[in-house]
Nanobody
Framework: VQLQASGGGLVQAGGSLRLSCAAS????????MGWFRQAPGKEREFVAS????????YYADSVKGRFIISRDNVKNAAFLQMNSLEPEDTAIYYC???????????????????WGQGTLVTVSS
């Protein structure tokens, strides 16, 4: 599967952005999806994930209550709604796909088999 992330941009602190991840292929609804981010000089970190059915979601503590992950299996897309953005959220955001069989390690980068190219989010103070 090929992934294309979009929706990044420059936003003021307190603002919102919605990231999209478009997936190619007919088996999108078989994959768990995740969002990761990488700030300058830092390692790529887990942000959120959603199960193949959309029935289970997981969030990093740093974004819990502010970000919402969702997916549309008809449109082959995943989304990350980011609210109450903070300067610390500035990073390149990547979407990723985890194919079955699933290990349950939704927080781990090496759990994911496919990655998009990333989209830059910049939050100004």
């Amino acid at each position: 599967v090929q992934l294309q992330a979009s929706g990044g941009g420059l936003v003021q602190a307190g603002g919102s952005l919605r990231l999209s991840c478009a997936a190619s292929g007919r088996t999108f609804n078989n994959y768990n999806m995740g969002w990761f981010r990488q700030a300058p000089g830092k390692e790529r970190e887990f942000v959120a994930s959603i199960s193949w059915s959309g029935g289970s979601t997981y969030y990093a503590d740093s974004v819990k209550g502010r970000f919402i992950i969702s997916r549309d299996n008809v449109k082959n897309a995943a989304f990350l709604q980011m609210n109450s953005l903070e300067p610390e959220d500035t990073a390149i955001y990547y979407c990723a796909a985890d194919r079955p069989p699933f290990s349950g390690r939704v927080y781990a980068r090496d759990n994911y088999d496919y990655w998009g190219q990333g989209t830059l989010v910049t939050v100004s103070s």
